[in-house]
């Protein structure tokens, strides 16, 4: 059975549906997007809201460099899923400084079907693993227009 496909669309209007997504582990845990964040907040306002659903493995909270305000959104980590997902569903929504957050997954797999969930999609839309045409050349470029590049057009 193919997962069911979740737009970013989706999970912020349904914290429900960025539950049924099917997210990535990090390498120390579960992380989580949050969106919407005030632009005077401060790390310690986002550790004492998402504390009380597990330890707070990492924190991350982007700046402007020109103001110096947050950019209004932050990424946090929880070693344990469960943690994750409670954060997720009882924070999304709520007000955080006098302005609404949304809460989502950081990193979801992307699977295709035939391939039961193994494969990843990269930004290119190609999947990883996948051979290109050309023969030795893992440029992905077309291995028929080879030209002579050691002379100059002057």
Not at 37 to 53: P, S, T
Not at 84 to 104: C, D, N
Not at 111 to 119: A, E, I, L, P
Request: aromatic share 6%; with cysteine; hydrophobic share 30%.
């Amino acid at each position: 059975m193919m997962p069911s496909a979740c737009s970013q669309q989706q999970r912020l209007k349904k914290p429900e549906a960025a539950l049924d997504c099917k997210p990535a582990k990090s390498k120390e845990g579960w992380g989580i997007f949050i969106t919407g964040i005030c632009e005077e907040a401060q790390e310690d306002d986002l550790e004492e809201a998402f504390g009380v659903f597990g330890e707070v493995l990492g924190l991350q909270l982007p700046l402007d460099r020109m103001t110096g305000f947050v950019k209004g959104y932050c990424m946090l980590e929880y070693k344990e899923r469960a943690e994750a997902e409670s954060a997720i569903a009882k924070m999304h929504g709520q007000e955080l400084r006098g302005k609404a957050v949304s809460v989502s997954w950081l990193c979801q797999e992307a699977t295709t079907r035939g391939n039961q969930g193994k494969s990843t999609q990269t930004l290119e839309g190609k999947q990883e693993g996948s051979v290109s045409s050309g023969a030795g050349d893992d440029s992905g470029h077309d291995s028929s227009d080879k030209r002579d590049r050691s002379r100059s057009p002057r």
